[in-house]
């Protein structure tokens, strides 16, 4: 008996994406994710380009996490053209992190993810039996575009991330009035982690994930080596030749493996890593919670993300604090080109992101790389979703998609 | 209930996250309108006929094409939103300079696609447009202008009137008398010039003014510091066909010396 799923256009999700399942007497024969989102030729649209266009240019793959795309183009370009930022710069950028991680987060868990959980087809049918819960959601994301916007100049798409540091940097006002609003909105935080407790997690993962993320003494966005759970370590100059990646014949989304596995990246795989070096608060709620991390769960992503947020809400206090002691400070350094290579590395909200440049001696850049967390992640949510089929094999066509969906919204692509 | 659609084409979902950020305005909307189809947000889309549909993106594959050609068929209205829909947006920023297939292959080393590509477009250069609310991203008070407009039976109008403007009302000192590069003269006003008010140059990303004027824009970037060819790509970034059909007009002579 043959059985076939498909889902032609997968909803709350960032990208385009469809998935078609095929099961015959039983067994699963076919699982194909698609990504159908055409392409956009970053790579390409790059070249000839001068390095202060590349920020501008390549903070469009992503309108949710362009600041991590701004800020890896801009570690590349540094790195290329040994640039050293002040201490008061890398604050800056860490708290424009914070603002990132508050919007992309709240906007997964409470407008893609949590209608899910609570039953309902999208968070503004919530809204008229939970009205406090989607404006707690609405809250913690206008508090992340607020300090994107002070510091980017736009909630989408700021111009003033640059090669360097900033054209010009928030008065100590503002800084003193984001401190008050982060430490407002840690109990929001709080509360959602909470909310994100109380949900069961069936597991559709069968083995603990392989998993890699930035590797640090603590919890870190920005670094220059990684860590694979399996103790491996290398660096960013070496992240290409660990990383295959395999054009698909059905997805516009390159196929990625290390060491021939798929692996996890995100917040799950962060969140695993650094757990035990989490602040104290943080760990005093999760030490409350009925979930416990490290997890093996992948749909425990999804508690993860509450759990960064508040790490993150937390340094984002200390960050605003130390900034103001240390006002009045310039935000940018000279930028001088040279031929030469760079690379960059942040983790994204949805995971690890890969930027490398060659410029020539005026800074015109000659070739690029890119790689994307949707492309790194695509591997494994096809392998998770085979162990769900595996595993619901009795379900209904409905309920299956809805379980697909659940596991691939969990991901965030 | 008046129905609205919110699509997305090839593109960042950029100006669907702005739309997400008007909270407070679509509270109030709900009241009086209906999101009949908004896939990043909500599961129950239906695609059968809207009084207002909002696209987003470039039409890039054949799949693009398929879904804007359909939702023109079956909507009132039809509104391009954000840089990409508009003009073709960054992906269209090298159109007039290298093929398709050499981007194709540059990019994955094959031209064996899933899906048909051609090079990005505009909406308007697939199907007819009512409006257009440009910008990267589009500005999210112009999108509750419209709707608020089109709801009350009013046309939206945002005059092309150039980002200068902006810079004079915000007491904004001049970034192109400072040396700064700009693209503020012959650009489309409407974002309140956020970018020049921290020190940026405008970047253009809203498109052109009426009656821009390329030659002198050229000159006096080439006078604050950039080659005549770099001041070519910073101003085509985000304005696709219009200005490389402004640019290959008014400069024939510099591209063919260049071979270009």
């Known amino acids: ?413 | 209930m008046v129905k609205i659609g919110i699509m997305g084409l090839t593109g960042c979902s950029g100006c669907q996250c702005e739309i997400l950020n008007c909270e407070d305005a679509i509270y109030k909307l709900l009241g009086r309108v209906e999101f009949s189809y908004f896939p990043l947000a909500q599961d129950n889309n239906s695609f059968e006929e809207f009084d207002v549909l909002f696209v987003e993106g470039s039409v890039t594959t054949d799949l693009d094409e398929e879904k804007v050609k359909k939702g023109r068929e079956i909507s009132k209205i039809l509104v391009a939103v954000g840089s990409c829909a508009c003009y073709g947006g960054v992906q269209s920023q090298r159109n007039d300079e290298v093929s398709l297939e050499e981007m194709i292959k540059g990019v994955y080393g094959t031209t064996e696609l899933p899906v048909k590509i051609s090079k990005p477009r505009a909406v308007s250069e697939v199907v007819k447009v009512d409006y257009e609310l440009p910008g990267c991203p589009l500005d999210k008070r112009q999108f509750v202008y419209a709707v608020a407009f089109l709801l009350n039976g009013v046309k939206p109008f945002f005059p092309k009137i150039p980002v200068c403007h902006e810079c004079k009302l915000s007491e904004t000192e001049c970034l192109t008398l400072k040396g700064i590069p700009c693209q503020g003269p012959i650009s489309f006003s409407g974002c309140g010039a956020p970018c020049t008010s921290q020190g940026v140059g405008c970047q253009g990303c809203r498109g052109d003014c009426d009656f821009p004027n390329y030659n002198e824009m050229v000159s006096i970037l080439e006078r604050n510091g950039l080659k005549r060819e770099d001041a070519f790509k910073f101003i085509k970034v985000f304005r696709g066909k219009q200005a490389q059909d402004r640019i290959s007009k008014l400069f024939r002579g510099d591209l063919d010396e260049k071979g270009a």
């Open chain 1, 1 to 413: 008996m043959k059985r076939e799923l498909n889902i032609n256009h997968l909803t709350r999700v960032e990208g385009h994406g469809a998935v078609n399942i095929v099961i015959e007497n039983d067994k699963l024969r076919e699982i194909k994710l698609r990504f159908t989102e055409g392409p956009r030729f970053f790579e390409y649209i790059t070249r000839e380009r001068l390095y202060n266009e590349i920020p501008k240019i390549v903070s469009r793959i992503c309108g949710i996490c362009y600041v991590s795309h701004r800020l890896s183009s801009i570690a590349a370009i540094e790195d290329a053209f040994d640039v050293k930022v002040t201490e008061e710069i890398d604050l800056l950028r860490k708290l424009l992190i914070v603002g990132e991680y508050l919007e992309s987060h709240a906007l997964h868990l409470y407008f893609l993810a949590l209608p899910d959980y609570m039953g309902y087809p999208s968070a503004l049918a919530m809204a008229k039996d939970y009205p406090n819960v989607v404006k707690r959601g609405f809250h913690i994301k206008e508090v992340g575009n607020r300090i994107m916007k002070l510091i980017g100049g736009k909630t989408v798409h700021g111009e003033n991330i640059l090669a360097g540091g900033f054209k010009s940097v928030p008065t100590k006002e503002q800084l003193q009035k984001i401190q008050d609003e982060l430490y407002k909105v840690i109990p929001e935080i709080k509360a959602t982690v909470s909310l994100f407790d109380s949900f069961h997690y069936p597991q559709y993962n069968e083995k603990p994930p392989f998993s890699l993320c930035i590797n640090s003494e603590k919890f870190s966005i920005l670094g220059n080596e990684l860590i694979l759970s399996d103790g491996t370590l290398f660096t960013k100059k070496e992240y290409e030749i660990f990383i295959e990646e395999k054009t698909s014949s059905y997805s516009t989304a390159k196929y990625s493996t290390i060491k021939g596995k798929p692996f996890l990246i995100g917040p799950l795989a962060r969140v695993n890593h650094y757990v035990d070096t989490l602040r104290s608060e943080t760990k005093e709620v999760l030490r409350n919670l009925k979930t416990k991390f490290p997890s093996e769960n992948i749909l425990h992503s999804n508690l993860a993300r509450a759990v960064e947020m508040l790490e993150l809400a937390l340094e984002g206090v200390e960050i605003c604090q130390k900034l103001i002691e240390a006002y009045p400070f310039e935000g940018e350094v000279e930028v001088k080109p040279k031929a030469g290579t760079g690379y960059g590395i942040k983790e994204a909200p949805r995971g690890l992101l890969f930027h490398k440049y060659t410029f020539d001696e005026n800074g015109r850049c000659t070739s690029a790389n890119i790689i994307t967390p949707t492309a790194q992640l695509q591997a494994i949510i096809e392998e998770n979703l085979g162990t769900l089929v595996e595993r619901s094999k009795d379900a209904e066509n409905e309920d299956l998609k809805k379980k697909a969906e659940m596991l691939i919204r969990a991901y965030d692509p």
